[in-house]
């Protein structure tokens, strides 16, 4: 039986409360821009998840190599280095800038993917137009990740909860005015969302930059480095922890965003339906989500106060309050599935294909939890190769492809369209959450026993 610490409870959910806010006001955004997209036409909506099959991976693989700064960050504030912080964090500003110009490069050629898929050409302009405007907000969005992963790493989660509240605050207008055209705006519909997005990046990150400047959480950081250079060095070790985190948060985002671009020649309904279950899910997993991200952020506290036994403590008491957080999602997504899905259409054959999705949705919600907390558990002692090769596996091979024949082909049973590939994801989750549930008990028997050993030998 995995032992419960209350005072790693209260100290893991100080520290997830605002994460989630600020997860869940993010995620708010996206919703507002479907809903209000969707308001426009269900052509709008289904652009939107179009689009987002391509910009979501683009901007969560950013996301998640600059994530590397927050483990880096906690273990130095473990064991009270306060120089290295701003050190780590200027290198990681300039890794953020050249990742963004690297993907804003890539967005001008988004049309390639695009034109190999089989869709309505109104649908397709709408999914470009909306590509074009988001863009310009990769340099300001990368910007915030750092300042943010800064601040998560020594512990202030409510940098990132205000400053979600000024993103949700421009999104709402930006959309109104882009979407619907007002105050001498052209009426973009979904398109319009792009341009929202962009502004509340910058916004969110000029915000961040002001927060950070006359918080007196960072007085301390504000040390200049004894060298303004790039050191190339110690940008690797970011690479070299953040890409396997990387590619992990890309596998599992592409897991989601391709199956629109997989169902698209099914029609706007299907995809409508889909992309409604798909937002849905998105903003439950930002409270267990969150509760991973506040594990990686103890954990590297605890590493870095080499306290091992606290550790195993901290990290099975992050998992059980996951577990218990998944039974109650599952639970009222069951019962408020046919309202949640009236939420974002008034279509009814919409409403009625997202309900049954919502159900399916309820299947995962256990696996989904308990392998976010491995995986970022496992990020927090800076171990992030392994979590790499399991999604890699876990997600494609088994997910997507498990999803592919059930919902495209006769191989198994009559196609199923979206259901298939959410029939996919429960196994593809599954599976994941059993093989990083393994290598952290592993990971933390090894530290133990490290830690023993150095003990001894003092």
Known sequence: MLPFSRFEARTILKLSGPIVLAQLTQTLMYFVDTVMAGRYSALDMAAIAVASGLWFPVVMTIQGLLLALTPIVAQYYGSKQNKPVAHFTMQAMYLAMVLALLAFIAMSYVYVPIDHLNMDPALRQKALD??????????????????????????????????????????????????????????????????????????MFIAILFYGWFSRTTQQYKILPDSLRVNLKDCWQIVAIGTPIAFSIFFEVTLFACIPLAIVHLGPVMVAGHQIAQNYSGIVFMMPL??????????????????????????????ILAVCMSFIIATFTFTMRTGIAALYSPDPAVITLAASLLVLACFYQVSDAIQVISACALRGMKITKPAFFVTLISYWPIGFGLGAVLGLTHWIVEPMGAHGFWIGIIVGLTVSAILLAIILKRALNRLANENMASTTTA
């Not at 605890?302 to 990290?315: F, M, T, Y």
């Open 130 to 203: 909306y590509l074009y405007y988001v863009s310009f907000g990769l340099f300001p969005a990368a910007g915030y990740m750092v300042i943010r992963s800064m601040f998560e790493g020594i512990g202030n989660t409510k940098a990132s909860m205000w400053i979600s509240f000024v993103g949700i605050l421009v999104n709402i207008p930006a959309n109104y005015i882009f979407i619907y055209g007002k105050f001498g705006m052209p009426a973009l519909g979904g398109a319009g969302c792009g341009i929202a997005t962009a502004l509340v990046f910058l916004a």
């Open 290 to 319: 969150s509760l991973g991200m506040a594990t990686t952020i103890r954990v590297g506290h605890l590493v870095g106060q080499q306290n091992s036994q606290e550790l195993k403590k901290a990290i099975s008491t992050a998992i």
